[in-house]
T-cell receptor, first 116, second 115 residues
Framework: GAGVSQSPSNKVTEKGKDVELRCDPISGHTALYWYRQSLGQGLEFLIY????????KSGLPSDRFSAERTGGSVSTLTIQRTQQEDSAVYLCASTRTGSSGANVLTFGAGSRLTVL | AQSVTQLDSQVPVFEEAPVELRCNYS??????LFWYVQYPNQGLQLLLKYLSGSTLVESINGFEAEFNKSQTSFHLRKPSVHISDTAEYFC?????????????FGTGTRLKVLA
């Protein structure tokens, strides 16, 4: 697509429920990132996918968080048993790799998660 | 490891006044430097970047940033701001290797331009 698409744009859920957030990166972008944006916390790195390599999951805050990327394209971030502290905007970004000029992240508009 | 510090969480400024948003970084290796802007209810978008060469880089909407290696800074400036510049600005660094990842972002500076 022309840009990075994220859905849903807004999600309100009850504590303890599971949620899935979806990211559709720009066609041809081999690298995909998930960040979490909390008020006053900046952007917190969660996970990184690069082609067929094993993802870097070092930023996932707990084992309730997981992500997958199917076919090297669409990615889904899953949060199980949501907690109120999970409330944030979840941002997805993608980029081409292979040359210095390609190191620019293209972000989606984000998915705002509110856990009641 | 790299880190980015944006000391100012909020910067109010009157329209047509100059502004400087500060960014300092820490890294044991050379890095690429970026400023991203997030307008209300939108995703982040690239404002400008420093990869190599001239230490002064400019954006199309009048912002500029200067890479200062000795002070490990990459401050963002604009000589005369507009109401439309109201947004949150994020400084970021990444190590300059192919397939870089873990772009490190600062906590952001919210610029509010007042009429």
């Amino acid at each position: 697509g022309a840009g990075v698409s994220q859905s849903p744009s807004n999600k309100v859920t009850e504590k303890g429920k599971d949620v899935e957030l979806r990211c559709d990166p720009i066609s041809g972008h081999t690298a995909l990132y998930w960040y979490r944006q909390s008020l006053g916390q900046g952007l917190e790195f969660l996970i990184y996918f690069q082609g067929n390599s094993a993802p870097d999951k070092s930023g996932l805050p707990s084992d309730r968080f997981s992500a997958e990327r199917t076919g090297g394209s669409v990615s889904t971030l899953t949060i199980q048993r949501t907690q109120q502290e999970d409330s944030a905007v979840y941002l997805c970004a993608s980029t081409r790799t292979g040359s210095s000029g390609a190191n620019v992240l293209t972000f989606g508009a984000g998915s705002r998660l509110t856990v009641l | 490891a790299q880190s980015v510090t944006q000391l100012d969480s909020q910067v109010p400024v009157f329209e047509e006044a100059p502004v400087e948003l500060r960014c300092n970084y820490s890294s044991s290796v050379s890095v690429y430097l970026f400023w991203y802007v997030q307008y209300p209810n939108q995703g982040l978008q690239l404002l400008l970047k420093y990869l190599s060469g001239s230490t002064l880089v400019e954006s199309i909407n009048g912002f500029e940033a200067e890479f200062n290696k000795s002070q490990t800074s990459f401050h963002l400036r604009k000589p005369s701001v507009h109401i439309s510049d109201t947004a949150e600005y994020f400084c970021a660094v990444s190590p300059p290797t192919s397939g870089t990842y873990k772009y490190i972002f600062g906590t952001g500076t919210r610029l509010k331009v007042l009429a």
